[in-house]
């Protein structure tokens, strides 16, 4: 009984001491979130009979919110390949610019003629700046639009703001470029949200396998949180 009792006040101690490397520790707390301007991203996936109903939708959203007051931004985009599927991001000057928007008698009219055509949900989504160039853009009609969103781990916050950071700030300067925002979910930090414009499909294509795009990639690898999502638009004029 003795030996028992030994062996496991020993196991007790072993325990006690093994290394605190299993442990999990806790990520930092974000930031809190900045003044400033506010891009609403929101993905609006139709049935597909009605795509046609809802560019025009859309359109009207676009112009609406361009004529409220405190927009930097307004644009509709619409997925190449999937017809059904669009994206309308708005740039407010500050967070009560939007919510402004949002209480509009018009984008409330708007907004139902899309929730009567939608099959799911608008997924709006409200950002801070984390890496963005000027405003302006001489848009060719043949540009292209890529909005892509970026998942990684809690833990990981700290790196991938620090490396999404550095891949806008290496694209803007890219042959072809017209546009590389990088921009922070303020609700999870973790989440990055990446507004491209390129002059054509080929100038896009091209930066997919530039040596900064493909390094982003390998340090994104182990952080991830979720499937990269990346999507090609085009705009609705």
Do not use: C
Not at 31 to 57: F, K, L, M, W
């Amino acid at each position: 009984m003795g030996r028992v009792f030994q062996f496991a006040v020993a196991l007790l101690w072993a325990s006690a001491m093994l290394p605190a490397a299993h442990a999990q520790t806790p990520p930092a707390a974000p930031p809190p979130v900045p003044d400033g301007p506010r891009y609403i991203v929101a993905y609006v996936d139709v049935r597909s009979e009605e795509s046609v109903t809802a560019v025009q939708v859309l359109r009207a959203l676009r112009d609406e919110a361009r004529r409220a007051p405190g927009n930097l931004r307004s644009e509709a985009l619409q997925r190449f390949g999937q017809l059904n599927q669009f994206v309308l991001l708005t740039v407010w000057k500050d967070q009560t610019a939007a919510d402004s928007r949002r209480k509009a008698a018009a984008t409330a009219k708007l907004l139902a003629e899309i929730k009567r055509i939608q099959i799911a949900p608008i997924d709006e989504r409200t950002h801070f700046a984390l890496s963005v160039g000027s405003m302006e853009t001489n848009t060719a009609s043949s540009a292209i639009a890529v909005v892509t969103h970026v998942d990684v781990i809690p833990p990981q916050r700290e790196n991938g703001t620090e490396f999404t950071k550095q891949l806008a700030d290496l694209s803007r300067k890219v042959e072809g470029n017209e546009r590389f925002e990088a921009v922070v979910q303020t609700n999870r930090q973790s989440h990055f949200t990446l507004l491209e414009r390129w002059r054509d499909r080929k100038t896009a294509d091209a930066h997919l396998m530039a040596g900064h795009t493909r390094a982003f990639r390998e340090k994104l690898a182990p952080a991830t949180g979720a499937l990269l999502d990346k999507r090609l638009y085009r705009l609705l004029p």
